[in-house]
């Protein structure tokens, strides 16, 4: 019996927890996500969003190349950046195809088609599932807000003086030497042309259905350091996609200063390089579509 105050105690405590949690949940939604502490969980976070949320005008797909191209350095509106790091542009336009809307113009970065499509992600969202966790959701909502009080994304005009004034600087000078090493060893060295054929072929037929059912699509290349777009696996794979795409309308030419780009590791682009690629990707549309930038 002497324990009994404390249960109620610990009873009370609890539901005060869960009211409080379910009030953040009425004040805020339950769209507010945590942050991702993985990658898997980056990847369901963007997923559900997008299923969460109206189709996008533009969805870019693809790897961890694209992913590098933030969402908010992009000034067209409607814009959704779904690559995911680690994973391949075929997963998501899988993922796409399988809606019952589509966006009206899907990029297809064809950087890296080397990689399987993730099979579960695939499975998890298809049609309108959500890989979205019911239990314990106002809990994870007050958490949410809190994270998101505590560190407020910057609002649209202060993003964009802050990444006019990132593009006024010099290109980095960081020696990537040791990075660009390892990455140029592991693209010399294996035999990726079979995933990649097997990728290029579902892209193919993904392309036409897309198509078929009203949406545009474009590959688009994103530049690597010179050294790795002569390595063995880059350069088989480059070729590989364009023979099985030989229609240049299908490609979107991006045209960034080169001599403006840094590249962290020789593969993924810097911050300011990333900006510089976005720009051009911008561009390439506009020239390509007549997409207004919205300023």
């Not at 997923?47 to 790897?63: A, F, I, K, M, T």
């Not at 200063?257 to 720009?279: K, T, Y």
Request: aromatic share 6%; glycine share 6%.
């Amino acid at each position: 019996m002497s324990g009994l105050p404390w249960l109620i105690r610990c009873a009370a405590a609890a539901v005060a927890l869960l009211l409080v949690c379910g009030l953040a949940t009425a004040r805020f939604g339950s769209a507010l996500e945590q942050p991702s502490v993985t990658t898997c969980d980056g990847s369901r976070i963007t997923l559900n969003r997008y299923l969460r949320e109206p189709v996008p005008d533009v969805v870019l797909v693809g790897s961890s190349v694209a992913w590098r191209l933030k969402e908010e350095y992009f000034s067209l509106p409607r814009f959704r950046n779904l690559a995911l790091a680690g994973g391949s542009p075929v997963t998501v336009l899988e993922i796409l195809a399988k809606q019952p809307s589509l966006p009206k113009i899907i990029l297809i970065e064809t950087n890296v088609l080397s990689r399987e499509p993730d099979s579960e992600l695939i499975g998890q969202f298809s049609g309108s599932a959500r890989a979205e966790a019911p239990f314990l959701r106002p809990v994870r909502t007050a958490f949410a807000a809190y994270e998101r009080w505590n560190h407020a994304p910057p609002n649209p005009a202060q993003a964009r003086a802050e990444q006019d004034r990132l593009l006024k600087e010099p290109p980095s000078t960081f020696d990537n030497k040791a990075y660009l090493d390892l990455a140029l060893r592991q693209m010399n060295e294996g035999e990726a042309t079979g995933p990649v054929r097997v990728n290029v072929a579902r892209t193919r037929e993904l392309i036409d259905d897309v198509q078929r059912r009203g949406s545009r699509a474009f590959l688009i290349e994103i530049p690597f350091e010179a050294e790795i777009e002569d390595s063995r696996l880059v350069a088989m794979s480059k070729a590989i996609v364009h023979a099985a795409f030989p229609d240049q309308s299908l490609w979107l030419p991006i045209n960034p200063p080169r001599g403006q780009l840094r590249w962290a590791d020789g593969v993924h682009l810097d911050e300011r390089s990333a900006l510089i690629v976005v720009r051009a990707i911008e561009s390439a549309l506009g020239e390509r579509d007549g997409l207004r930038r919205d300023k």
